[in-house]
T-cell receptor, first 114, second 112 residues
Framework: DTEVTQTPKHLVMGMTNKKSLKCEQH?????MYWYKQKAKKPPELMFV???????INESVPSRFSPECPNSSLLNLHLHALQPEDSALYLC?????????????FGEGSRLTVL | DAKTTQPTSMDCAEGRAANLPCNHS???????VYWYRQIHSQGPQYIIH???NNETNEMASLIITEDRKSSTLILPHATLRDTAVYYC?????????????FGQGTTLQVKP
């Protein structure tokens, strides 16, 4: 199984809603990542988890709250988002132990904030 | 992190080699060069990476100049399915993990 599964594929939420994005992998990878991608732009790194601990936060606003409950799961909790947060949110994983190596990406969750 | 610059777009004839350049003039000695591609509506896909030696795998070849300030990704026989955005990145270890920061990307259009 070389897949990273992201749910939901599409999400529409209002600015006062609380929602979560979920990411799962069963490759035994110990590093997991969240990226944000706006239309026609490259993915932008948001968070990196290494061995279930947050190791990189790229100065992301607190309305985005990551969580890594175990080595296979990564969540992104969303609260009080703005319309400009509408984007494709990509999850990725890698073997870990430090250096990125090859990242395996999911198909993404497309978020629309109204 | 080193900044990478790539041409915005390129065309290639089907069956010919596609050569995609990348400049990374501020790359440090510890930074690897990575290439990913993203086909419309899909997540990015890893292609290849290298430090200073040329690398080849089943998908592509990576040629890194001796001063490591630029590199070229070569797809030896481009097919229509290779039409995608190709991202060049220079990334390094950061503490107990690493950072992969994407460049702006080159849109490669393979034409029949």
């Amino acid at each position: 199984d070389t897949e990273v599964t992201q749910t939901p594929k599409h999400l529409v939420m209002g600015m006062t809603n609380k929602k979560s994005l979920k990411c799962e992998q069963h490759m035994g990878h110990r590093a997991m990542y969240w990226y944000k991608q706006k239309a026609k732009k490259p993915p932008e790194l948001m968070f990196v988890y290494s061995y279930e601990k947050l190791s990189i936060n790229e100065s992301v606003p607190s309305r985005f709250s990551p969580e890594c409950p175990n080595s296979s799961l990564l969540n992104l909790h969303l609260h009080a988002l703005q319309p400009e947060d509408s984007a494709l949110y990509l999850c990725a994983s890698s073997q870990g132990g430090g250096f990125p190596g090859e990242l395996f990406f999911g198909e993404g969750s497309r978020l629309t904030v109204l | 992190d080193a900044k990478t610059t790539q041409p915005t777009s390129m065309d290639c004839a089907e069956g010919r080699a596609a050569n995609l350049p990348c400049n990374h003039s501020t790359i440090s000695g510890n930074e690897y060069v990575y290439w990913y591609r993203q086909i419309h509506s899909q997540g990015p896909q890893y292609i290849i990476h290298g430090l200073k030696n040329n690398e080849t795998n089943e998908m592509a070849s990576l040629i890194i100049t001796e001063d490591r300030k630029s590199s070229t990704l070569i797809l030896p026989h481009a097919t229509l399915r290779d039409t995608a955005v190709y991202y060049c990145s220079a990334s390094e270890r950061s503490g107990n993990t690493g950072k992969l920061i994407f460049g702006q990307g080159t849109t490669l259009q393979v034409k029949p």
